[in-house]
């Protein structure tokens, strides 16, 4: 069964703490990317990756980090440095060629109180 | 220049009609086009997606209409289901990165 798998689901913090979210890919795709979604909004690119040990910050990259020492696994850091980091968070995976078809995982629900 | 413009905002539509969404954007270095379905809670599902080469794609219920000289793209839903009730995206890709519009919540009424 291939897709991409997100963990948890549900994700609570207190402000100050870093918190990571979990990203997995089984679809053999070069490329991955986490987005932010916040209510009623669009997508916005807070990273992105094409190859392995390579990454690129998006259009809202600040206090987040990320690494990408797997093909199939592109975590994502929520540092304390982050001002408003309550957000559905979506990661997708994609191939670098042809029409590049993007998958979206379920998402990551995170609340910071 | 990067920017997606999408319409209407929101969308009510009565079931068996007719769902147009469309969207509009500068760059034209974009190379495709992909539409994208979301419902609550979930992520995003690619529905229906072109290359600006090509003016109309259709699949099953949904067409895409393409013109490349106006730099806009429209979603076409026909005979509109309460299933459908989701908010739709649409995106462009310029090499590497997708682009996404701020999308469109559409319900259609039984």
């Known amino acids: 069964d291939g897709g991409i798998t997100q963990s948890p689901k549900y994700l609570f913090r207190k402000e100050g703490q870093n918190v990571t979210l979990s990203c997995e890919q089984n679809?053999?795709?070069?490329?991955m990317y986490w987005y932010r979604q916040d209510p009623g909004q669009g997508l916005r690119l807070i990273y992105y990756?094409?190859?392995?040990?390579?990454?690129q910050k998006g259009d809202i990259a600040e206090g987040y980090s990320v690494s990408r020492e797997k093909k199939e696994s592109f975590p994502l850091t929520v540092t304390s440095a982050q001002k408003n980091p309550t957000a559905f968070y979506l990661c997708?995976?994609?191939?670098?060629?042809?029409?590049?078809?993007?998958?979206f995982g379920p998402g990551t629900r995170l609340t910071v109180t | 220049q990067q920017q997606v413009k999408q319409s209407p905002q929101s969308l009510i539509v009565q079931k068996g009609g007719i769902s147009i969404i469309n969207c509009a954007y500068e760059n034209t270095a974009f190379d495709y086009f992909p539409w994208y379905q979301q419902f609550p809670g979930k992520g995003p599902a690619l529905l229906i997606a072109i290359r600006p080469d090509v003016s109309e794609k259709k699949e099953g219920r949904f067409t895409i209409s393409f013109n490349k000289s106006a730099k806009q793209f429209s979603l076409h839903i026909m005979d509109s289901q309460p299933g459908d009730s989701a908010t739709y995206f649409c995106?462009?890709?310029?090499?590497?990165?997708?682009?996404f519009g701020p999308g469109t919540r559409l319900s259609v009424l039984p």
């Open positions: 997708a995976s994609s191939q670098t060629g042809g029409l590049r078809r993007q998958y």
């Open positions: 995106a462009a890709l310029d090499g590497q990165n997708f682009v």
């Open positions: 990756s094409q190859i392995v040990n390579d990454f």
């Open positions: 679809l053999n795709h070069d490329a």
